[in-house]
């Protein structure tokens, strides 16, 4: 994929709330709606006045671990990283060249951004290039557990899901995310506060 339009990587994210909301849950639409404005209203908040790439599909538990894996990793210490973190020493070499090309990817990605973006993207960079999903993943989560009443447990299990989807679907994109350009939408009423079922989530 290549530069998303003025803030479409919302538009899409949003998109991806209501796919898993609808698929995997027992809640009405007019709250699925709702929670994927909500999400689509916070991440324009944590994400403001910044290029976001959205990274290829990774397992939710293992981003930080790559993310540290990469971070650690001096170009000689393969051994070292495979003793600290319990993996062989061909799948440190697995991560590294993954991690790095995502890295290429992202750095690209924000150059063209740079010289291509409208008013002040010019100077907007994506600081956290591999921890895009699991933002996505917390703060879906916090959003689902304070307007739909879910225990953290479905939450979460949900934010993961939607990232994935968000992620398989849009990996590559890259957009620049100007600041106030959305609302945050009213909260939803109680009539949405209730036990729903997600015996149909699938855990990788």
Not at 33 to 62: D, T
Not at 113 to 130: I, K, M, Q
Not at 132 to 146: N, P, Y
């Amino acid at each position: 994929m290549g530069a998303a339009k003025h803030n479409e990587l919302l538009d899409y994210l949003a998109e991806s709330v209501q796919v898993v909301l609808t698929g995997q849950t027992d809640i009405p639409q007019k709250c699925v709606r709702r929670a994927a404005e909500l999400v689509k209203s916070r991440m324009a908040f944590v994400w403001a006045n910044s290029v976001i790439y959205i990274p290829k599909q990774l397992h939710s538990q293992n981003l930080s671990r790559n993310q540290k894996i990469f971070t650690d990793f001096d170009g000689y210490n393969h051994p070292t990283l495979s003793e600290k973190y319990g993996l062989s020493i061909q799948r440190i070499y697995a991560i590294v060249k993954q991690m790095k090309e995502e890295h290429i990817k992202q750095h690209q990605g924000t150059l063209f951004d740079l010289c291509n973006f409208r008013e002040g993207a010019e100077n907007s960079s994506n600081e956290r290039p591999y921890y895009i999903l699991e933002d996505i993943i917390a703060h879906t989560s916090s959003c689902l557990q304070a307007h739909l009443a879910l225990d953290r447990k479905q939450a979460d299990g949900l934010g993961d899901a939607i990232a994935q989807h968000f992620s398989q679907h849009r990996h590559g994109l890259f957009g620049y995310i100007r600041s106030g350009t959305t609302q945050q939408p009213p909260d939803i009423n109680q009539g949405c506060l209730f036990d729903i079922s997600t015996e149909n989530i699938e855990h990788d």
